[in-house]
């Protein structure tokens, strides 16, 4: 009933977003009036249009956020006035979308829309809600993969510009590395992360130091498929990927981890409700598998003041000769409405958004030109304790990455997950064996594939 329900929201929100395109003006009429807009680079001033225009973009931050973003770009760009549509009042993308399918559903005006990562922009692209941005780029110029680290493309076809991006890496305690002689990495394995983690395992009972922790998230019990740059979902192009060699050396990468003692055991994990922050900055554990949202974090927060200095490292390889620091990419994207009538100037602020705008509010960006000195300068000048983050090797992590190519997840993702979770938890918890749970898994995630056709 939920699926039928949600089908005939996403028909009547096509039914009126192609009914609006109809009368629209597409890439290939873009408005000529902002042919002289600055590029991403802020070389060169803009030249004001011939007739003022209003852009119309749709958001889930809160508007106190982005006035300061706004005024930038409209005293940069003289008679182009942003109008900010607020999605949620609190900051939830979740919320966010679900006003902005209902605005778009009700035929509101929008020009430019944000959204919260691959599949959000996926559906919305696949729905035909999006005007293709094939032309518009071409006609500036430029080859996308020169400008950003992640590939929006879908099909050939380029829907969204990457805005924030969301990749991952490891997070280490410094003072426990260098109490074990240990380096911080730069180019390992997942074999060479357990030998770590065996090293920096120390004392017993409640004080006992964990090498790693590994979370509940699905994630945790991919780690040796999500860090390649192809087929590092658990389905790919409608295939299931369970009965294969990533997912069986990520669930005995977690099973080797906890029969030797180093990592935190998966059974206090869910019954004591542990959190992968508390886990790290108490000193709990001494490295986990984590994304950039805690890059601001190392510093120190009021809820975990940093005792110790965090060194970051890059996405283990899964054998030698492998480049480390592969790792499947996501983050927010920014797209325009088929149906807006103002194309090219909605497509000079959405490029200009996704590049100096973001050098602007110092977040981490897809933008492959941005300046990393400045982040980091950024992130240590923000920090409650700047001195306990490890610059050099933020820097070569940032500067390192290897962002696999965009990959979609289904728009059932969640329900894969349930089933794939519940089948390796019994694996972990020794209730049954490796071939079995592949097996069970495999077939599990076939019949949802199956039922979403």
């Known amino acids: 009933m939920k699926k039928n329900v949600f089908a005939l929201v996403w028909i009547c929100v096509l039914l009126v977003a192609l009914a609006g395109c109809g009368n629209s003006n597409n890439a290939n009429n873009a408005s000529p009036a902002a042919s002289g807009s600055a590029a991403p680079d802020g070389s060169e001033s803009a030249a004001p249009s011939a007739e003022p225009v ?35 009042d609190n900051g939830d993308s979740v919320a966010g979308m679900k006003k902005l399918d209902l605005l778009v559903a009700s035929g509101e005006n929008l020009d430019v829309v944000f959204m919260p990562g691959a599949t959000d922009y996926s559906q919305r692209a696949g729905l035909g809600l ?62 060479d992360y357990l030998d770590y983690s065996a090293k920096l395992t120390s004392g017993s009972g409640a004080s006992k130091t964990f090498g790693t922790y590994f979370h509940t998230w699905a994630m945790y019990w991919e780690l040796a498929i999500i860090n390649q740059k192809e087929k590092n979902n658990l389905v790919t192009d409608g ?22 003692g180093v990592a935190v055991p998966y059974a206090d994990t869910i019954s004591q ?31 975990f003041p940093a005792t110790f200095t965090t060194a970051f490292a ?22 325009i409405l088929g149906k807006s009538e103002h194309q090219q100037e909605a497509y000079d602020f959405v490029r200009w958004y996704s590049t100096e705008g973001e050098q602007m509010q110092n977040v981490y960006s897809a933008w492959k030109q941005q300046d990393v000195d400045q982040f980091i300068a950024g992130v240590k000048e923000n920090a409650m304790s700047p001195d306990k983050i490890d610059e050099a090797s933020l820097a070569y992590v940032i500067k390192n990455a290897i962002p696999a190519p965009l990959s979609v997840p289904p728009t059932y993702q969640g329900e894969l ?4 979770l519940k089948e390796t938890e019994l694996y972990i918890l020794k209730q049954q064996d490796l071939d079995t749970t592949i097996s069970k898994a495999q077939a599990e995630l076939q019949k949802i594939v199956d039922a979403n056709k």
């Open 54 to 88: 209003t852009i119309k973009v749709a958001n889930w931050s809160p508007a106190a956020d982005m006035e300061p973003i706004f005024q930038a770009y409209e005293d940069a760009h003289p008679g182009v006035t942003l109008e900010y549509v607020e999605l949620a």
């Open 130 to 191: 999006l005007a293709p941005l094939n032309d518009l780029i071409a006609k500036e110029g430029i080859t996308l993969t020169d400008e950003y680290t992640v590939d929006p493309s879908i099909d050939g076809q380029i829907y969204a510009l990457p805005d924030t991006l969301e990749n991952y890496f490891v997070l280490l305690n410094k003072d426990k590395l260098d109490a074990a002689g240990l380096a911080v990495p730069t180019d390992w394995t997942w074999d």
């Open 239 to 260: 295939t299931v990927n369970i009965d294969s060699e990533g997912i069986r050396k990520s669930l005995e990468l977690r099973s080797k981890a906890e029969e030797s």
């Open 273 to 303: 409700k542990l959190a992968y922050r508390s886990e790290f900055f108490t000193g709990h554990a001494a490295m986990i598998v984590t994304g950039n949202w805690m890059i601001g974090e190392a510093g120190g927060s009021e809820e």
């Open 314 to 335: 890059p996405m283990p390889s899964n054998a030698s000769g492998d480049p480390a620091g592969v790792s499947i990419a996501n983050g927010n994207y920014i797209g």
């Open 417 to 420: 997950e349930e089933a794939f």
